[in-house]
C-alpha cells in the first residue's frame, strides 16, 4: 500500500562499514596505553614516597642518637660524644649521620636558686643515591645550679 522507500537507508552497505573495526581497535589500543602509562606513573611515586618516608625515619633516628649522646654527656654519662658521627656498620642506619651543636649554656636565678640553661640542636641526613633525607631535633634542658 505504502512505498517501501525508507527501508533501504536503515541499515548501511557493507561497502561504506569498512574501516569501523579499525578505528575501534585504535581507540581500545589508546585507551590502554593510557591507562598503562598512569598506572606505572602511580606505582612510581607511591614507592618514591616510601623511600623518603623510610629515609626520614632512619635521619630522625640519627639526629636522636645524637641528641641522646650529647645530653647524656653533657649530664655526666659515659656515652663518648662526639659533635659529628657517621654510622657505618649500624643496621639500619647505614648512609646516616648526625651533627650535633650545643649553644652556650645560661644561668637563670628563680626564686634564690640558679639554674643552667642548656639547648641542644641535632641535624640526622640520611642519604640513598640521588635522595638525602635530613630532619632536626631541639632540646632544651635545666641543670640546678649548687
Do not use: W
Not at 9 to 14: C, I, S, V, W
Not at 102 to 126: A, H, M, W
Amino acid at each position: 500500500m505504502y512505498p517501501n522507500f525508507y527501508r533501504h537507508n536503515l541499515t548501511a552497505k557493507p561497502v561504506a562499514q569498512r574501516g569501523s573495526m579499525l578505528v575501534i581497535a585504535l581507540f581500545v589500543i589508546i585507551v590502554l596505553a593510557l591507562l598503562g602509562l598512569t598506572m606505572t606513573r602511580l606505582l612510581s611515586s607511591s614507592s618514591e614516597a616510601i623511600i623518603h618516608e623510610v629515609l626520614g625515619q632512619r635521619a630522625l633516628n640519627a639526629a636522636r642518637a645524637g641528641i641522646e649522646c650529647a645530653v647524656a654527656d653533657e649530664f655526666g654519662a659515659s656515652c663518648t660524644h662526639l659533635p659529628e658521627k657517621i654510622f657505618n656498620g649500624v643496621t639500619g642506619l647505614e648512609n646516616c649521620s648526625y651533627n650535633v651543636e650545643e649553644s652556650p649554656s645560661k644561668d637563670i636565678v628563680d626564686g634564690g636558686k640558679t639554674f643552667n640553661y642548656l639547648t641542644f640542636r641535632s641535624t640526622g641526613q640520611c642519604t640513598a643515591g640521588k635522595i638525602n633525607v635530613t630532619r632536626f631535633v631541639y632540646v632544651d634542658a635545666m641543670l640546678e645550679g649548687e
